[in-house]
């Protein structure tokens, strides 16, 4: 009974208040986290993966929206072009691995070949197969060299997929979001299925697992992949390793402003 009461209230939206009083605890701790990249020169690699409308956007605004641009750098690399189309496949994505004191967020990345472009014909059944049986080495080497190396998956329901893309439609600022691909991807559920169990079976090694986390609840799955990305990088907090106090501040008043009154910005709100 107490199991049947757990799983109707896991299902049910976390409330908005609930949410950003721990939001704000965790993002706390990712400024911990940024300062001891930083210190220590780790080099970190986060890589995001799952259907159109999964929620991986947002999950990733909701790690990087109160850390410095210059540490957590996201990459979402459009279509490539014709001169990267005749390059190594994974040489456009080496080329933005972190260096050290850096978190790069790869919203998409090498996977495509598993996943988009396989189900929707931009590469060969034979192309994705020897991306998948070289994955793992590539993956390897990337953390012998001494990158951490974390990847998730955003899994999310036929049902809310198909809400949040219509709500996509009706949405003004979210028109964006919806590409000629979406559309085109939409009606192939079940060959993405197919091709991420595939991409699971070849790619889930011990060096660079694969973690799902369920996405029906925007809310609930950002602050459970923060929590769970917080353990997967030891770090220490050395935010108040030294005393910051504001120094004196000089004298105001001997300079006078200029007038701007023609090009003041219009007071409307």
């Excluded at 990267?84 to 919203?107: C, L, N, T, W």
């Excluded at 014909?121 to 080495?137: D, I, N």
């Excluded at 998956?153 to 979406?182: A, H, Y």
């Excluded at 595939?198 to 029906?216: G, I, K, L, N």
Aim: a positive charge.
């Amino acid at each position: 009974m107490a199991k049947k009461k757990e799983k109707q209230s896991n299902s049910e939206r976390l409330p908005r208040k609930e949410y950003e009083q721990a939001l704000k605890a965790l993002h706390v701790e990712l400024v911990k986290l940024q300062q001891w990249v930083v210190a220590k020169g780790l080099k970190v690699c986060i890589v995001f993966e799952g259907r159109d409308g999964a929620g991986k956007g947002g999950t990733i605004k909701a790690i990087t929206e109160r850390v410095s641009p210059r540490v957590f750098r996201v990459v979402a690399l459009p279509a490539p072009t014709e001169r990267e189309k005749s390059q190594m496949y994974a040489q456009r994505y080496i080329q933005h691995m972190p260096s050290a004191g850096e978190v790069v967020i790869f919203d998409r990345s090498w996977y495509n070949r598993a996943g988009v472009e396989r189900v929707m014909g931009f590469c060969t059944e034979e192309q994705s197969r020897k991306f998948l049986s070289v994955v793992p080495s590539f993956e390897k080497m990337l953390v012998e060299s001494g990158i951490v190396l974390i990847k998730y998956w955003l899994e999310v329901s036929p049902q809310e997929q198909e809400r949040r893309l219509k709500e996509r439609i009706t949405d003004g600022r979210k028109i964006w979001k919806l590409t000629p691909m979406d559309l085109k991807s939409f009606t192939r559920w079940d060959d993405y299925t197919r091709a991420r169990n595939e991409m699971f079976a070849a790619s889930d090694t011990s060096w660079a697992p694969w973690y799902v986390a369920p996405s029906e609840d925007k809310r609930r799955v950002r602050l459970n992949i923060i929590s769970h990305l917080l353990k997967q990088v030891p770090y220490e907090d050395i935010t108040h390793k030294q005393k910051i106090e504001l120094p004196k501040r000089g004298k105001i008043g001997r300079d006078k402003s200029t007038s701007y009154t023609s090009r003041m910005v219009p007071e409307r709100f």
